[in-house]
């Protein structure tokens, strides 16, 4: 049985997606949480954390600047270790399991071990996708019911947006994908206009007209405002559960992102995404490991 929360969750302050001023920020969340939650719950919440963290992975790995994220819960250091024991210890058999690689899940070990065993490091963007694949099929094994629901739903708004952009682009999107289930099946093997989803298929019908109605930057807000729908409906019945707390830590870190970015920020990343895509055909931000714009 899920250990209430009362105090803790009504003491929180009521959030909408349009505020324009934060009154609580995620870092002071994660303080007040730390203090008030079970040490099982608060690894839950550690766990919302857990793109950005690889994030932070693949920029020291790859010698991007965004490798000193601080919107992290596993230290630079502990990224160095791993880097450093694989290319002492290289090879895909061996098990790694020093001490200093702690809390560090089995599936990124092994991405590490298979990306720094390659003479030359694979592209970025395989990368990511071996690291989110592996993520997701952890996430969606985890016994909490909000996490697992959150992160397939993710998986689902991130498949969709992949598959859209590469028929628009014309980009083997199929190899990109992440995970197996109905949806990925026809996403690669579906000739139709609409994959063979049409508008049975809500995620698909919401993700397809923000794609055909808004620019990079307006798609990028409406994309948020489903996921933060999303987590309204899901948690409808919650009430002071972890579910609750783990919804409105996501939504808190949704209205803290777009709060922290001014309109000219927004222009530079936005352009930016545009010219990296141009470039290097990589992806567009929207399914990267993370936006540029801190979450």
């Not at 399991?97 to 599936?107: D, H, T």
């Not at 592209?123 to 690291?131: P, R, V």
């Not at 999303?230 to 830590?249: A, M, P, Q």
């Amino acid at each position: 049985m899920q250990k209430a929360y009362y105090y803790f969750v009504a003491g929180l302050p009521n959030i909408s997606f349009d505020d324009g001023k934060a009154i609580l920020t995620p870092d002071a969340f994660w303080d007040d949480a730390r203090d008030q939650l079970s040490a099982e719950d608060l690894g839950l919440l550690k766990l919302l954390y857990l793109p950005d963290d690889l994030d932070n992975f693949l920029g020291l790995v790859y010698k991007e600047e965004k490798a000193a994220g601080t919107d992290t819960k596993i230290e630079l250091e502990i990224w160095e270790n791993l880097v450093e024991a694989v290319r002492e210890n290289p090879g895909t058999e061996q098990k790694l399991c020093l001490p200093s690689l702690k809390g560090v899940p089995e599936f990124v070990i092994r991405t590490a071990q298979s990306i720094l065993s390659e003479e030359k490091l694979p592209e970025l963007i395989q990368a990511e996708s071996l690291l989110l694949s592996g993520m997701y099929e952890f996430l969606l094994k985890m016994p909490n019911r909000f996490l697992r629901a959150w992160f397939r739903f993710n998986q689902d708004l991130k498949n969709i947006s992949i598959a859209i952009n590469g028929r628009k682009h014309d980009y083997p999107y199929t190899d990109f994908l992440l995970g197996e289930n109905e949806l990925v099946e026809a996403l690669s093997r579906s000739q139709a206009a609409d994959f063979g989803l049409g508008k049975h298929e809500e995620i698909y019908d919401a993700v397809n007209r923000i794609f055909e109605q808004y620019n990079l930057l307006d798609r990028e807000r409406n994309l948020d405002a489903l996921r933060w729908r999303w987590i309204e409906d899901h948690n409808f019945f919650e009430f002071f559960s972890i579910d609750r707390i783990l919804g409105y830590f996501c939504q808190l870190r949704i209205l803290h992102r777009w709060i922290s970015l001014d309109p000219e920020m927004g222009k530079d990343v936005f352009f930016d995404t545009l010219e990296t895509l141009e470039n290097s055909f990589s992806f567009p931000e929207e399914y990267d490991l993370k936006h540029k714009v801190k979450r």
